[in-house]
T-cell receptor
Framework: SQTIHQWPATLVQPVGSPLSLECTVE??????LYWYRQAAGRGLQLLFY??????ISSEVPQNLSASRPQDRQFILSSKKLLLSDSGFYLC??????????FGPGTRLTVL | GENVEQHPSTLSVQEGDSAVIKCTYS??????FPWYKQELGKRPQLIID?????GEKKDQRIAVTLNKTAKHFSLHITETQPEDSAVYFC????????????FGKGTKLSVIP
């Protein structure tokens, strides 16, 4: 069966520091991968999606970037965090059926 | 792009009563309509979904109905229980074989014992 992992689970970072969040999927090949951000009490904002290695689309302009160095690995990065980057970061995967399955998330607090 | 409206934003029901959440969408090419449940501090989890060739789907106490002509679909929860308390999100695929979903803003359901 398929599983999705994210780490770290929680992170507290100062403003201006770099960021790297990692997501890996097991049990499937060539998945579509997604990064979402959820602000406290709010909905899901799609940040990036990828249909293959080095094929990444950005949905919103921001100081974040994404990379997919391997088929089942998706990384979210920033060179300098802003206060507004705080939130719950969710990675998700899907195959051709369209159903998206979410990882456990990373709770990021920028101070 | 696809626009998804979800109502109500909050809903309180007595335990045992039914709850209904409705979503409307704009793109007639959309074909896939999932519902997710998110408990506090946890990931959204798929609870039921429906595709455009079906008008209704049921799974125990949960059902989803779809009206493609009117471009709306609804989540129905019967015999609500306290563990049904959560935020529920509807979603719609962007259509034309897209890999993306557009999510509604969510409904916070509270089931009062």
């Amino acid at each position: 069966s398929q599983t999705i992992h994210q780490w770290p689970a929680t992170l507290v970072q100062p403003v201006g520091s770099p960021l790297s969040l990692e997501c890996t999927v097991e049990g499937t090949s060539n998945p579509n991968l997604y990064w979402y951000r959820q602000a406290a009490g709010r909905g899901l904002q799609l940040l990036f999606y990828s249909i293959g290695i080095d094929q990444i689309s950005s949905e919103v302009p921001q100081n974040l970037s994404a990379s997919r160095p391997q088929d089942r690995q998706f990384i979210l990065s920033s060179k300098k965090l802003l206060l507004s980057d705080s939130g719950f970061y969710l990675c998700a995967w899907s195959v051709m059926t369209g159903t998206q399955y979410f990882g456990p998330g990373t709770r990021l607090t920028v101070l | 792009g696809e626009n998804v409206e979800q109502h109500p934003s909050t809903l309180s029901v007595q335990e045992g009563d039914s709850a209904v959440i409705k979503c409307t969408y704009s793109d007639s090419a959309s074909n896939y309509f999932p519902w997710y449940k998110q408990e506090l501090g946890k990931r959204p989890q798929l609870i039921i979904d429906i595709r455009s060739n079906v008008g209704e789907k049921k799974d125990q106490r949960i059902a989803v109905t779809l009206n493609k002509t009117a471009k709306h679909f609804s989540l129905h929860i019967t015999e609500t229980q306290p563990e049904d308390s959560a935020v529920y999100f509807c979603a719609v695929d962007i259509g034309a074989g897209s890999y993306q979903l557009t999510f509604g803003k969510g409904t916070k359901l509270s089931v009062i014992p």
